[in-house]
């Protein structure tokens, strides 16, 4: 299985702060990575695939970068509703998986 | 817009086994990948298997011997089954749609369903 390591694991951060959160996969996925948000109660939901391509209606201020083994995804001026959690997932191959997230909060 | 719902019991005994049906609506279950997802509080976000709406599975090493997923094309539907389940299976499971022209990410996600093992 791909191992992908998720870093930091958690952060604080102000509204308007600039965030970037990495993932790194055990072996290279060219970029088979994507990115998703997740809030409290709610299923994941699809922020940016293929590495760097925006999911539709996805606020600009997302993007993502990377190839290979790593990976980011950067927050340009975060707004209150982006607080939240964060996941990469490869999909190169199966088994998908996933990094263990990073949870982003109010400073 | 695709939407999707899972159901089924929300408590299972221990060394039963748990049975799911997620139901598509607004969309055709064909030619696409359907996945089943779980997250645990232990296990963070786990990727179950996957099933095409031909038939064809591909499923997560670590459980494979106790999964079994399947579709129905007339109904519009696809299901688990996860046999010999323990506490450790206790998790919200998630029903999603891979999308082959998105890298295969996951597009769209069921609500999810909370399932507890637990005698």
């Known amino acids: 299985d791909i191992q992908m390591t998720q870093s930091p694991s958690s952060l604080s951060a102000s509204v308007g702060d600039r965030v970037t959160i990495t993932c790194r996969a055990s072996q290279s996925i060219r970029n088979y990575l994507n990115w998703y948000q997740q809030k409290p109660g709610k299923a994941p939901e699809l922020l940016i695939y293929?590495?760097?391509n925006l999911q539709s209606g996805v606020p600009s201020r997302f993007s993502g970068s990377g190839s290979g083994t790593d990976f980011t995804l950067t927050i340009s001026s975060l707004q209150p509703e982006d607080f939240a959690s964060y996941y990469c997932q490869q999909s190169y191959s199966t088994p998908r998986t996933f990094g263990q997230g990073t949870r982003v909060e109010i400073k | 817009q695709v939407q999707l719902q899972e159901s089924g019991p929300g408590l299972v005994k221990p060394s039963e086994t748990l049975s799911l049906t997620c139901s598509v609506s607004?969309?055709?279950?064909?030619?696409?990948?359907w996945s089943w997802i779980r997250q645990s509080a232990g296990k963070g976000l786990e990727w179950i298997g996957r099933?095409?709406?031909?038939?064809?599975?591909s499923y997560n090493p670590s459980l494979k011997s106790r999964v079994t997923m399947s579709a129905d094309t007339s109904k519009n539907q696809f299901s688990l089954r996860l046999s010999s389940v323990t506490a450790a299976d206790t998790a919200v499971y998630y029903c999603a749609r891979d999308a082959p022209s998105k890298s295969v990410a996951v597009d769209v996600w069921g609500q999810g369903t909370t399932v507890t093992v637990s005698s």
């Open positions: 293929a590495a760097s």
């Open positions: 607004n969309g055709s279950i064909s030619s696409f990948y």
């Open positions: 099933i095409y709406s031909s038939g064809s599975t």
